[in-house]
């Protein structure tokens, strides 16, 4: 039980993480056996009547849906893992260094994947065809990097650069915000959480919320 309390951060995270993918698997076909087809081959989605109605088709390629479900949720993982210090801020709610890692490496794995299903469904050279999926190419390189160091060892290794680097995800986070935003797709959400994230973060007004805080907390 103990061990249980102290990981159920990152399970939690590993399991929400983990839940969108089923959507995913169940539009998927694994070749194993015919070299001379892809590998993975999704079927077409269908849409709810509404949207259908909205669209004026009954249903997408299925690689259409696998790019915009992976790109929405590494969209709320990166969200995520810049709230953890408002939310401490805010409520003093702490989480430990293993479940923000875990958040940081779900990020990197649907931004990945967001890339790699791109590249399937446009190809490479498509990212540099626009300034909307260049803002996106740059994100998820970024995001990649900070995946890939989301652990003690990088921590030790890169030492005072580590902070340094993973900063960064504020860049990242422009870049994703632009990305959706020149993609018409739905940005207020994003742009509304971030900008509270940065104003919570803002010395004086951190400053002052923390003092509420510990007030509150003692019966002030």
């Not at 998927?28 to 077409?44: C, M, V």
């Not at 626009?130 to 890939?148: C, P, Y």
């Amino acid at each position: 039980m103990n061990w249980l309390k102290k990981n159920r951060g990152w399970i939690l995270v590993c399991i929400i993480a983990f839940v969108p993918l089923l959507s995913l698997y169940e539009l998927a076909n694994f070749n194993f056996e015919n070299n001379n087809y892809d590998f993975l081959i999704f079927d077409d989605y269908e849409l709810s009547p509404e949207l259908a109605a909205k669209m004026d088709v009954d249903a997408i390629p299925g690689i259409k849906y696998a790019i915009h479900t992976t790109g929405k949720w590494g969209i709320r993982f990166l969200i995520a893992i810049l709230m953890c210090t408002p939310v401490r801020i805010l409520f003093g709610w702490t989480s430990n260094l293993r479940t923000r890692q875990a958040i940081g490496i779900t990020t990197g794995v649907y931004a990945l994947l967001h890339f790699s299903f791109f590249i399937k469904y446009e190809g490479f050279s498509a990212i540099f065809s626009e300034v909307k999926l260049v803002a996106g190419f740059l994100a998820g390189i970024i995001v990649f990097a900070l995946m890939i160091t989301s652990n003690k060892r990088s921590m030790k290794l890169l030492k005072k650069a580590w902070k340094k680097l993973h900063k960064l995800a504020y860049v990242a986070a422009g870049l994703v915000v632009l990305h959706v935003i020149l993609l018409e797709e739905d940005w207020i959400v994003y742009v509304c959480l971030l900008g509270l994230g940065f104003i919570i973060r803002y010395k004086p007004i951190r400053s002052r919320l923390e003092e509420l805080r510990m007030k509150k907390a003692n019966g002030l």
